[in-house]
């Protein structure tokens, strides 16, 4: 069995619509900085981004958040050069709107407080489709109450050095044991993906392989591969772990891929810093995230937000778990369901049993606003209901 090496995906990746329709992993990828190899380099995309080898694959018009990360040196500055353009800060979104084919070189230089830089570099192509490229795809439908049935495609081209179709899976979840290897029937051993949607190869020999387990909402590792001819499992790569994969499962239905990673240490990027933090942001193409931390009270029966519209009305919403942040919570806004002005207003809380009792933590935020003593922020950089605009990152500050 090979080592469980594990790269984390997913920087909150949520998908769903009425049926959760297809989504690929959102990746967040380390690359090995040039020449020192002392700063990474991190990507992450929402829609349309995958990557192969040492390079990084995006769908044209979509935007990509872009991380820096030091493996050591005390970094004070970070800049990252752009066709020629540089742009400041650890953490920056950039749209590729190149013609299809074209291939871009980012550079990101970390400085030390001496002058000392350290560089990494990785290639950026742009494609007209990920179909056939990205290593997960998955559909997910509810079939009754807190029950769903899940189509997770597996591509395979990391196994073929591996002679055979005995291809299999292992899932669990995370509060239970490894139970047996599941074998994955002939029927699902050749799959290709054609706009989202599992198609038959015109050879017979496709590029994924499905498995399809039935799941219930909560943390779950899996494990998938094929056996060699001693018997002995070869683990499959994805996002360049041939390690232990591990998702969420939420009871509304939304897929949360593996843990989020980010420079801080805390999930989303963007919000409160340090170790009190308490509210963070992250995008998706259509949608931001709403992160809290509920500290000890996410151990409670479920933690919910209250969302307030222009009108002052109010909703409210259960929050889903956050692989790996045990303490934290997560809701999705639709960007097209923010008000013009970008002001989001809200409040949190342990009980959704009990909502007029809130965080005992709230008044630690940046976003705390005394005069409404509520949770208030502007959101600007937004394209109400469309994907992130080029070139601009989005921003959530508190509202006065």
Known sequence: MKNAKINFVAIMLISLVAMIGCREVNLVEPIEGVPSGLIVMKVSGGEGVTVIGDTTYVEQGVAVNLYAESNGPAITSWTWTIFGIAYNGQAVKYKFEGAIGSTTIIRLAGREANGTEHVATRSFKVVSSLDGMRDVQ????????????????????????????????????????????????????????????LTTPPTGVGLYFVIRPNLTAGDYELIAGKLDSQGNEQWLTINGSNGVQKFNLSTTGIILWGPGSNPSGLPGIVGDEGSGAVIRWDDLADRLVLLINNQADFNTISPFVILYDSAGTATTRAQIAVPNFPNWGAVELMNSSLPSSGLVSWDFGPNISNPGILGSNRQESVYYHPPSGRMRAIITGLQLGKKLAGGENFSVQPAN
């Open 138 to 197: 998955w559909w997910v439908s509810n079939i009754g109450g807190n029950n769903y049935s899940a189509a997770i495609a597996l591509n395979k081209s990391s196994l073929s050095y591996v002679g055979g179709t005995s291809f299999f899976y292992k899932i669990r979840r995370v509060d239970q044991a490894w139970g047996d290897r599941i074998p994955v029937p002939t029927v699902d051993h050749n799959w290709n993906i054609t706009n989202n949607t």
